[in-house]
């Protein structure tokens, strides 16, 4: 198989309310995705482009009306879209276009203008769900998260205590990243007395809603080499979706996430994702996901997640740190530009360019994580320098 | 490349100079219309709950005995056997005290919390359960795996729709 | 580079409502009907491409709900917000890059439970530039329309012939839901919807799914009797803005044959390609798509269709078939297959050994793709 660098980044400032169009993020990710590596748009042979719900930013079929933005004028161009898990997807996209030998170079591109839904981008999770079945009930995002929540503590004798420090220590590591929207020095009592939207889920357990892009650049070994002297590789894709009857599963294990793990760890030769695993980016739009998804990722034990994050293990410092970019919770959460964030966070890391962010031990291996649709679909990047 | 050494665009407006109009907006109010075709299995799903009755599906190679009704079994991947009528009690999978609408706007002082649950439904396969809300309870008494009853609409207001279940109550 | 194959297909009839049907329960059908025709269960497909749009489904995710149809409960199966052949495309990279070696893709139109069907489409404006000037969506389709027989010299009466040909076609084609016997007259005589756009020009949407399976040379050696290799692929986007496009001509599908020919090496494809069947949303399309395509000279289409020197869409294309929104291309993809495999019925040719489908994604878009099949 050919094997597929990641040679340039960019991204946007993550805002609650963005100016800019989504096309301008769009452009402003692509065009910093070139500069960062020398390149321009002549270089690039074709462009794919991740982003969550059209409802958002209230266009239909917004792949199309977003392609200039994304430098895909008179190039092959596609669209990919798993739900919330897009933004680590795009890349597992551009990964095929450049190993399958159909393109050298290819530009991925993720945006999320979610400003544009109004008055506030929750109403367009509604139609999230079953028509026929559960629309009728006024269902809100929050409660699939509250209701898997309050699954993940009872099976496994948590506290919200146990899971707020996933809030604390992300939006911490986000006072140390330039895109951040909300970084904040808060405590676990701050969580804890946060206003209870949908009990367990406190406001300060949720993600905010963004705007912002991100991009980056995946080429060939071939290119790679010319164009930088530290690629870093795109060593083991997987991604999973599970049953839309989301009902009829056992919540409090993401078994999707596990499955997608499994395809990444098996193609990256990772035997003992716990210990060869050095930095991850696991998704975190809720406090309790990210403990959640560790849990799939095998980076844990089953249930064993918030004692990790208690003992510190988590930490920058840690000997497993997650979320070192200050993760959905603190940098914010334009759903599919989240995913691509933590993608550009492990391609810093493993290059020894994190800034006031890297963590220490010159980290070899990572891995981010997108998850999304009805508690459904779990996306794995792993990648190596 | 070091983050820190770009200038990162993406320019953060406050909601104040929208809805001043200091920053012009282009309203737009779309009237996205649709009727599902309900189909066979929740077609006759609905037809039992205009009856009062719970309808499941059974899968001949898995066994499962299914709710929501399907007229394919999604791991078989064949059709699926008889109907089954189910019980129209169950128990609490797991559940949430909800302050907040449907659109995130906070409930009105002093309303009750909507209350959601995923409710496994007696009569169905382990696991098997649906999404719905609980009513009659006191937030503080509701417990994962406490058993409860579907409260329906009267006959003449059923109309053939998951609402025609006005909520569960608690079994005591 | 390895050699692909689509060694399995199945389609529901298009139909004008399918109302005893959900979408799961049609897909289903196309689905199970695809397995069998490749000779495979559910467990053998390693991956699954559907593709959708949110608004069309009516689903802010529509990606939720497509694996449960498909036998894809926790496998990869991924969205693509495209054409059908863009969704080839896809399986066709993934097994190319050697991770997969079978890869199932479908898609499919509800379009009968859109009740505000101009509403969706408008929606896919420019929501500053476009959208305020609240105009029914196929303006667009008249404003080519009328570039283009400007800038060729085609008529409308050409057009009509388009419509009067595919129509006829689709009487032959047991999936077509609009089959007809109809003179150049009855075209021109319909209401015009936005000159010189006419109400016959339009093709009338239709409900149905399609899937097929893809799989590399091995598997399709070893599972098939009749594999169909795919031999090219292409696909471009042009502008997306109303304000910069050349209306006159279909960038998209120029840069995506070309794309698709130097695949195949194909250097004649009037001569080299026997079964063709282009995007015909609109009647003039099907003219402006054979030139971009280079099936003939930019502006003879017309007068040879009229002619009946040249005969694409033996299908009946949408507008015999109905229009499928992004399962459009596989209906296209199907004729071909079909014809290729020998299987197209009375609509059979006589010489089926390559052939070409086009799709585009439609008003207000600049995407299209191209694939060219082969029996070797």
């Not at chain 2, 056997?81 to 409930?107: M, P, Q, Y």
């Not at chain 3, 667009?140 to 060729?152: C, H, I, K, Q, S």
Request: glycine share 10%; hydrophobic share 40%.
């Amino acid at each position: 198989m050919r094997r597929v660098a990641i040679v340039g980044a960019g991204i946007t400032k993550f805002v609650r309310r963005a100016q800019e169009t989504g096309k301008e993020l769009s452009f402003e990710a692509t065009k910093m995705a070139l500069d960062s590596c020398g390149l321009t748009l002549k270089d690039i042979d074709m462009v794919t482009l991740g982003t969550a719900p059209d409802a958002f930013d209230g266009v239909h079929m917004k792949g199309e009306w977003l392609s200039d933005g994304a430098g895909a004028w008179r190039k092959p161009y596609m669209r990919n879209f798993v739900g919330g898990g897009t933004g680590v997807f795009a890349p597992i996209h551009g990964f095929f276009h450049v190993a399958s030998g159909m393109a050298d170079t290819c530009m991925v591109v993720c945006e999320e203008k979610m400003s544009s839904c109004y008055p506030h981008p929750q109403g367009a999770f509604k139609t999230i769900f079953d028509h026929t079945l559960e629309q009728p009930l006024n269902p809100t995002l929050i409660w699939i998260f509250a209701l898997e929540m309050n699954r993940y503590m009872n099976t496994y004798g948590l506290t919200k205590k146990d899971i707020a420090g996933v809030s604390v220590k992300n939006k911490r590591n986000a006072l140390d990243h330039p895109s951040a929207q909300i970084p904040e020095n808060i405590t676990v009592e701050d969580v804890l007395n946060s206003e209870t939207l949908a009990w367990p889920v406190n406001r300060l357990d949720i993600s905010p809603a963004s705007d912002g892009a991100a991009a980056v650049i995946l080429c060939s070994e071939e290119k790679a080499k010319k164009i930088t002297d530290r690629p870093v590789w795109i060593s083991g894709v997987g991604w999973n979706i599970d049953t839309a009857y989301w009902a009829t599963k056992d919540l409090s294990y993401p078994r999707y996430v596990e499955k997608a793990a499994r395809q990444a760890y098996e193609m990256a030769g990772i035997k003992e994702p716990h210990k060869e695993i050095q930095v991850a980016e696991p998704y975190d739009p809720f406090s309790y996901k990210e403990l959640h998804h560790m849990e799939g990722l095998l980076l844990c034990k089953k249930g064993e997640a918030a004692r990790m994050l208690a003992d510190g293990v988590t930490e920058r410092t840690g000997n497993l740190p997650t979320c070192p970019s200050g993760g959905a919770l603190g940098v914010g959460n334009p759903i599919a530009a989240t995913g691509l964030m933590k993608i550009i966070e492990i391609f810093l890391q493993l290059r020894g360019e994190a800034g006031k962010r890297q963590v220490p031990g010159n980290p070899r291996v990572g891995l981010a994580q997108a998850w999304g649709d009805l508690m459904q679909v779990g996306t794995v990047v792993v990648m190596k320098s | 490349m070091v983050l820190e050494k770009f200038e990162l665009k993406g320019t953060g407006l406050k909601s104040q100079a929208v809805k001043d109009g200091s920053v012009l907006t282009m309203p737009c109010n779309p009237k996205l219309q649709y009727s599902w075709d309900t189909g066979q299995a929740v077609g006759r799903y609905l037809d039992g709950l205009k009856e009062g009755k719970l309808i499941g599906k059974k899968c001949g190679g898995c066994n499962r005995i299914m709710i929501p009704p399907r007229m394919f079994c999604e791991l078989c991947f064949k059709d699926t056997g008889d109907w089954v009528e189910l019980e129209d009690t169950g128990k609490v999978n797991t559940f949430s005290i909800c302050h907040v609408n449907w659109d995130a706007s906070r409930l009105p002082q002093g309303a009750l919390p909507h209350l959601p649950a995923v409710i496994e439904i007696d009569g169905a396969s382990e696991g098997m359960g649906i999404l719905h809300v609980l009513g009659e309870a006191d937030p503080k008494e509701i417990k994962i795996g406490m058993k409860v009853k579907a409260v329906w609409k009267t006959a003449n207001e059923r109309a053939g729709a998951i609402t025609d279940i006005r909520y569960f109550k608690p079994l005591r | 580079m390895k050699r692909v194959a689509i060694i399995g297909a199945g389609s529901t009839k298009h139909r004008e409502r399918s109302p005893e049907q959900s979408y799961r329960e049609m897909i289903f059908e196309a689905a199970r009907m695809a397995y069998k025709d490749a000779g495979i269960s559910h467990k053998e497909v390693e991956s699954f491409v559907t593709c959708a749009e949110d608004f069309t489904e009516g689903y802010s995710i529509a990606d939720e709900y497509t694996p449960d149809q498909l036998g894809a409960v926790l496998k990869p199966m991924q969205t693509v917000p495209g054409d059908f052949i863009q969704g080839l495309a896809t399986a066709y990279m993934m097994i190319q890059s050697g991770l997969f070696r079978i890869v199932a893709v479908e898609a499919h139109s509800k379009y009968s439970n859109i009740k505000t069907p101009n509403e969706v489409a408008a929606f896919a404006f420019d929501p500053v530039y476009n959208r305020p000037l609240g105009f029914n969506p196929h303006f667009v389709a008249g404003l080519e329309m009328n570039r283009y027989l400007n800038d060729t010299g085609a008529t409308a009466t050409q057009c009509a012939a388009v419509v009067v040909k595919n129509r006829k076609n689709a009487l032959k084609n047991p999936l077509a839901a609009y089959g007809a016997e109809l003179k150049i007259s009855d075209i021109e005589g319909s209401e015009e919807i936005s000159w010189p756009l006419r109400k016959a020009d339009v093709s009338e949407r239709a409900d149905g799914s399609v899937v097929m399976v893809v799989a590399d040379a091995d598997a399709a050696r070893s599972l098939s009797k009749r594999p169909v290799w795919i031999n090219g692929l292409g696909w471009a986007s042009d502008t997306p803005g109303l304000e910069t496009r050349e209306w006159g001509r279909a960038v998209y599908a120029e840069l995506a044959a070309k794309m698709a020919y130097r695949m195949a090496s194909i250097k004649d494809p009037a001569k080299e390609i026997d079964v063709v069947e282009v995007d015909d949303e609109y009647s003039y399309k099907e003219l402006q798509h054979l030139e971009a395509l280079s099936i003939c000279e930019k502006g003879t289409a017309g007068k040879l269709i009229l002619e009946g020197k040249i005969a694409p869409n033996t299908s009946g294309g949408s507008l015999g078939m109905g229009h499928l929104l992004e399962a459009s291309g596989a209906a296209r993809t199907y004729e071909v297959l079909m014809q290729l495999r020998g299987d197209a019925g009375e609509r059979q040719l006589k010489k089926a050994d390559a052939g070409l489908a086009q799709s585009w994604r439609g008003v207000p878009t600049t995407t299209g793709a191209v694939i060219i099949l082969g029996n070797s």
